[in-house]
C-alpha cells in the first residue's frame, strides 16, 4: 500500500503527501488504532510499553532514594556542583525544542510538510519539557520547597532574586511548558471531536466529548480558531527561542571561564533543534512504520528534517570552533587553559573528541540524499547526534568545572549509581507518557491533513511536486 | 432528496441545514445565500476553509487586538513586578548594579508578555466560540457526525428575518445537495 514501483526497485513516495489521499482515508488509517479495542492493541504496544512502565519504577525509586538521603547519593560536589543532574537537565530540554519550533516556527513560514509530523512532535515536546522540568526540582536538594523560586505573597517579606538566571530560568520553562501544552491541545481539538464523531465505545465518546469541549467546525468558530492558532505560533517562536538562550545564560552570566561566554545562547539553542530534530527522527521512523503512515509522514519529511538537522549541526560545529578561538584569542589564562583540558586535558579528552566524531563527522552523510531517504541510516545517525548532544552537555557542564581558577580547587566528577538510574528512568516516564499518547491520541493532525489533501488535490500545489519529480525521475507514473 | 421532519413544530425548530459533498458547493450555496439576503447563518465544516467566513459575509475577528492588550498588560505586569521588589520594596545592593538594573529584568518581562497574550488567545477563543459548550441545536442534524469527516454543512437559522420553512427549504434544494434536513432546537 505504501510502496510505489519505481527505478531502483520499490521506492516510497517523495512527496509531503501520498497521492490521492482523501478525508476518509486520512481519518481511518490515523483514526483506527486510537479507536480500536483494547484487546486489539497490537504487542509492540505493550511491549513498549511495559518497558517504559518499568522504567519508570526505577525513576520513582531513584527519586525516593534522593528525596529520602539527600543530594548526597549523586556524584555532585567541590568543584563540579553541576553534574549529572543538570547535564540531563540541558539534554531533555533540547529536546524539548524541534516540536514547537516544527509547528511554530513551520507554521509561520507555510512549510506544507509540518502538518503530519507536527502533533507527535508537540507531544515529544510537553513530554520532554515535563522530563526536564523535574530535573531543576531535584536538584534543588528539598524539593518540597521550590515554590520559593516563585513571587508569592509570604510572611519573609522576600521575593526571589529577580536578577539571577536561575529565576529567569523559572519563568521561562514554565511559561514554555504551559503555552506548549495550550498550543497542543487547540490544535487537537477538532481532531478530538472527529473521534467523538467517529467513535461506538461509550467510555471513548464520553472521554472524546468532554476533550473536544463540544466543537462543531463552525465557520465563525474556524475564522477565531484560525487567528489563535497563528498567534500562538507566532508567540510559541520567539518563546522557544527564549528558553534555551536562557537557560545558556545561566551558564554564560557566571564567571567560570568556558562559560561566560557570548556565543552561549545561539550556540545552545542550534545544539536544542539539532538534538531536537535527532529526537523526532528516532520517534517518527518507527512510528510511521507501526502505524501504517507511510503516505502521510513521506520521505519528504524525512529528508527535511535530516537537512534541518545537518544545518543545525554545522551550526554547532562553528560555536565548538568559536569557543576554541575566543580561548585563545581571549589571552586569558584560565580559558586558554580551559579550552586545553576539554580537548587534550589527560582525563576527560575523550568525550571531547567523541562529541566531535557524534555531532561533527557522524553527520556529514546528509549531504547525500540517498542517506537522507535511508529511514534506517537516519536512525542510526539521530541516535549518534543523541549521545554526541549528550557528551556536549558532559564536557560544558561536567569538564568545565574541574579545572577553573585554582589548582588548589581542582577535582574530579565521577557519576554514581543513582545518577545513572534516574537519568535510565527518566526514559521511562517520557516512554510511558509517549506511548500512553499513541494509543489514546491521534499522532497526526487529521483536521490539517484533509486541509492539505484538499489543497493537494484542488489547487495545483503539485506542480513544484511535479518538477521536482521529473527533476530527481524517481517516482513511476501512475 | 428532502426529509419529511413534519413532527418539529415551528417554535423548536433550530433552522435549515443542507449537507454538500465537497466545499465548492458550500462555497457556492453560501455566495447564493448571501445574496439571496440571508444573515443568520453558519457554515459547518471538518476543515477551516480560507474565505468562508466572507463568503457568509462574517466580520473578521477582533481577537488580535484583545491579545495585543493582554501582552502589553503582561509587560507591565513582568517589569513592573520586579521593579517594585528591587526598587521599592527590598531595595539591596546586589554587586554595585543600580536598583533599576532593567537588562536584567527583560528575560522575566518577556516570558510574562508571552504567557500573558498566549493564554488570552486561546482562552479568548474558546470563550468566544461558546467552549466548552456540551449541547447545541446543529448536533440534533441527521448525519451531522461527517461534519468531522467529509461532509459540509450549510444552516439558515429560523432566527433570520428572511426565514421561511418552505421557501427557504426550497433555495436550499435548489443548491445541489444531498439533502435538506429540520433541525430541531
Not at chain 1, 513551520?106 to 512532535?121: G, K, M, V, Y
Not at chain 1, 589571552?331 to 566531535?356: P, Q
Not at chain 1, 491533513?449 to 525521475?473: I, Q, T, V
Request: a neutral charge; charged letters at 15%; one cysteine or more.
Amino acid at each position: 500500500m505504501a510502496v510505489q514501483a519505481g527505478r531502483g526497485g520499490l521506492i516510497e513516495t517523495n512527496r509531503v503527501i501520498g497521492r490521492g489521499q482523501t478525508s476518509q482515508g486520512i481519518d481511518d488509517v490515523v483514526n483506527t488504532p486510537v479507536l480500536s479495542d483494547v484487546k486489539r492493541t497490537p504487542l509492540w504496544w505493550w511491549i513498549g510499553f511495559g518497558i517504559s512502565l518499568s522504567l519508570l519504577g526505577v525513576y520513582l525509586i531513584s527519586v525516593v532514594v534522593l528525596i529520602t538521603t539527600g543530594t548526597g547519593v549523586w556524584g555532585n560536589n567541590q568543584p563540579v556542583a553541576w553534574g549529572m543532574p543538570i547535564i540531563n537537565f540541558v539534554w531533555w530540554i533540547g529536546i524539548g525544542h524541534a516540536g514547537t519550533l516544527i509547528s511554530a516556527a513551520l507554521l509561520l513560514f507555510r512549510q506544507p510538510w509540518r502538518t503530519s509530523i507536527n502533533r507527535f512532535a508537540e507531544a515529544m515536546t510537553i513530554f520532554a519539557v515535563v522530563v526536564a522540568g523535574l530535573y531543576p526540582i531535584l536538584h534543588l536538594g528539598r524539593p518540597w520547597l521550590f515554590y520559593w523560586l516563585l513571587p508569592y505573597p509570604n510572611t519573609y517579606g522576600l521575593f526571589p532574586q529577580f536578577r539571577s538566571p536561575l529565576d529567569w530560568d523559572l519563568f521561562a520553562i514554565s511559561t514554555y511548558a504551559s503555552v506548549s501544552v495550550l498550543f497542543w491541545f487547540i490544535g487537537l481539538i477538532p481532531d478530538l471531536a472527529t473521534l467523538r464523531d467517529r467513535t461506538d465505545n461509550r467510555f471513548q465518546r464520553i472521554l472524546y466529548a468532554t476533550l473536544a469541549l463540544g466543537w462543531n467546525g463552525s465557520a465563525k468558530a474556524w475564522q477565531r480558531y484560525q487567528r489563535a492558532y497563528l498567534l500562538l505560533a507566532a508567540l510559541s517562536f520567539p518563546l522557544v527561542l527564549s528558553v534555551h538562550s536562557t537557560i545558556a545564560m545561566d551558564f554564560a552570566v557566571s564567571q567560570v571561564p568556558g562559560w561566560n561566554n557570548t556565543i552561549m545562547p545561539p550556540y545552545f539553542v542550534a545544539g536544542a533543534v539539532f538534538a531536537g530534530f535527532a529526537m523526532v527522527l528516532i520517534l517518527a521512523i518507527p512510528l510511521r512504520k507501526a502505524l501504517h503512515l507511510e503516505q502521510l509522514i513521506t520521505k519528504r519529511h524525512l529528508d527535511n528534517a535530516a537537512k534541518l538537522m545537518l544545518a543545525t549541526g554545522l551550526i554547532v560545529v562553528y560555536g565548538y570552533a568559536v569557543e576554541l578561538f575566543d580561548a585563545w584569542y581571549s589571552g586569558v589564562e584560565f580559558e586558554k587553559y580551559m579550552a586545553y583540558n576539554r580537548v587534550l586535558g589527560a582525563d576527560h579528552w575523550w568525550a571531547f573528541w567523541l562529541l566531535i566524531a557524534a555531532n561533527g563527522v557522524a553527520i556529514q552523510p546528509l549531504w547525500f540524499r540517498s542517506v537522507r531517504q535511508s529511514p534506517l541510516a537516519l536512525f542510526i545517525i539521530s541516535i549518534i547526534v543523541s549521545i554526541g548532544m549528550w557528551l556536549e552537555r558532559f564536557v560544558i557542564v561536567a569538564v568545565t568545572l574541574t579545572k577553573d581558577f585554582l589548582l588548589s580547587s581542582w577535582g574530579d566528577y565521577v557519576s554514581t549509581f543513582w545518577d545513572w538510574s534516574l537519568y535510565i528512568g527518566s526514559f521511562g516516564l517520557f516512554g510511558t507518557l509517549f506511548f500512553l499518547f499513541i494509543r489514546l491520541l491521534p499522532s497526526i493532525a487529521t483536521t490539517e491533513m484533509k486541509e492539505l489533501a484538499h489543497h493537494d488535490a484542488h489547487h495545483g500545489s503539485d506542480s513544484f511536486e511535479e518538477a521536482r519529480e521529473r527533476y530527481y525521475g524517481e517516482e513511476a507514473r501512475a | 432528496m428532502s426529509e419529511t421532519a413534519a413532527s418539529i413544530d415551528d417554535r423548536h425548530l433550530y433552522g435549515l441545514v443542507a449537507e454538500f459533498e465537497s466545499v465548492e458547493e458550500l462555497e457556492h450555496a453560501a455566495e447564493k445565500a448571501k445574496s439571496a439576503g440571508y444573515e443568520a447563518m453558519d457554515a459547518y465544516t471538518p476543515y477551516p476553509v480560507e474565505g468562508l467566513d466572507e463568503k457568509l459575509g462574517m466580520k473578521p475577528t477582533r481577537l488580535g487586538w484583545v491579545v495585543l492588550l493582554a501582552g502589553i498588560t503582561g509587560a507591565i505586569l513582568g517589569f513592573g513586578m520586579q521593579w517594585y521588589s528591587n526598587v521599592v520594596f527590598y531595595p539591596l545592593n546586589i554587586g554595585g548594579k543600580p536598583l533599576n538594573s532593567w537588562p536584567m529584568f527583560i528575560v522575566i518581562t518577556f516570558e510574562m508578555t508571552v504567557l500573558l497574550s498566549a493564554f488570552t488567545a486561546g482562552l479568548f477563543m474558546l470563550g468566544r466560540n461558546g467552549l466548552p459548550r456540551p449541547y447545541h441545536s446543529i448536533f440534533n442534524t441527521p448525519g451531522f457526525d461527517r461534519a468531522t469527516r467529509d461532509r459540509f454543512f450549510l444552516c439558515i437559522e429560523t432566527r433570520d428575518e428572511r426565514f421561511d420553512r418552505d421557501g427557504t427549504r426550497r433555495f436550499l434544494e435548489d443548491q445541489s445537495p444531498v439533502k435538506v434536513s429540520e433541525v430541531e432546537r
